[in-house]
């Protein structure tokens, strides 16, 4: 039985689903990091001169956003460091962390302002209405403007749509602390700034939950969202002079990039271009399943029946 290692790395890869060098998004989390910095100094001031939970709350979480930004951005350069012999994948793997600790950053926030705003309900505070709806307002544009710098490749990256995630958190609480604002001075309904918050909450918590379990799933080598094994399985056995497949292993070495490892049976006959060619088949066909890098080992079948397991 003749055995043969084959590593696709550059190799005919047309980088479907992957994301290009990326100098815009190196760019986009800068220009985040220096948009939310300034408008949380603003904020902060302006939340505890109006005394509104709404404003002071979104100005935490915004000081939050920094730091999950930088982290991106960190995560984001890392993996772009090339390979050494004690990390033989290069550094890829701390976009996947950098999602990972974003996700919890933003809940274990979200749990402090909703015991915050739990409290405030029991006793309400006087809010300066008007203050709250201007400074909101700003937050909007500025949390607005951020989440459009990551929009485009929200979908490709999961330590992008960490970063979009949070802006449009930001927004949205940046939304609700404006309406506050503009019933507050009509009414003088002191208690919704807090009830405002808590609804706010609820909708961040729900959309952050699923990036911490598809950053969890990435983290424990899970198959990437998006790829299913079946798919793979049924494409592989398509390719002429390919017998059957096993012992496949798909994982993500990074938010954009994903690799396979199979062992693949190939008829006895079969000469050394044609294995050259089921390889070269192999790795072009997984390039448009979205998997990037493949390592294949192929068998000679020897037997007159095969399976697929």
Known sequence: MAHDHDHGHGHQHHHHGQLPAGGHLNKAFIMGIILNLVFVVIEFGAGFFSQSLALISDAGHNLMDVASLGLSLLAFRLAKVKP??????????STILASMFNAIILLVGMGFVAYEAIERIGRPEIVKGNVVAIVASIGIVVNAAT???FFRD???D???KGAYLHMVADALVSLGAVVVGVIIIFTHWYWLDAVVSIAIIIVIVVSTWHLLSDSLKLAMDAVPEG???DKVKAVALKING???????HIWGMSTTENALTAQVLVDSTS????????KKDFRHEMEHLNIQH???ETELNMDTDTCCD
């Open 294 to 296: 493949v390592t294949i």
């Open 147 to 149: 989440a459009l710098l």
């Open 84 to 93: 050494n012999e004690t990390f033989t994948f290069g550094y890829r793997k």
């Open 271 to 278: 000469s050394m271009e044609a294995i050259e060619n089921i």
């Open 242 to 248: 390919v017998k059957a497949i096993h012992h496949i």
């Open 227 to 229: 790829i299913e094994m």
């Open 154 to 156: 929200k979908e490709h």
């Open 158 to 160: 999961l330590n992008v």
